[in-house]
């Protein structure tokens, strides 16, 4: 099995920035993607950013391109999330998920991490 963690979290003013970071363990060789999700209070999951851990390809949800950059660290099972230009409707806790396979649904989640914008 796969265990996510996520960590980076915390609480920023508005403008600030704040580098998230998943961590994975377990069978990580299974791991095909890993990706980013946030859900902000009385809303859905929503998706944000994926990485495709053997090539490197990525991608991004409209609402957070130019602002939000993932990257990976396979020598140490990582993914990162860089968030600059915080706004307070980035206040959210902050989901990895794993997919084991081309096609594959999000089958693993970590805790979650709460980030919270202040203006």
């Known amino acids: 099995q796969v265990q996510l963690v996520e960590s980076g979290g915390g609480l920023v003013q508005a403008g600030g920035s704040l580098r998230l970071s998943c961590a994975a363990s377990g069978r990580t060789f299974s791991i095909y993607i890993m990706g980013w999700f946030r859900q902000a209070p009385g809303k859905e999951r929503e998706f944000l950013t994926a990485?495709?851990?053997?090539?490197?390809?990525?991608s991004y949800a409209d609402s957070v391109k130019g602002r939000f950059t993932i990257s990976r660290d396979n020598a140490n099972n990582t993914v990162y999330l860089q968030i600059n230009s915080l706004k307070p409707d980035d206040t959210a806790v902050y989901y990895c998920?794993?997919?084991?396979?081309?096609?594959?649904?999000?089958?693993?989640w970590g805790q979650g991490t709460r980030v919270t914008v202040s203006s």
């Open positions: 990485i495709r851990l053997s090539s490197g390809l990525t």
């Open positions: 998920g794993a997919a084991t396979g081309p096609g594959a649904e999000y089958d693993t």
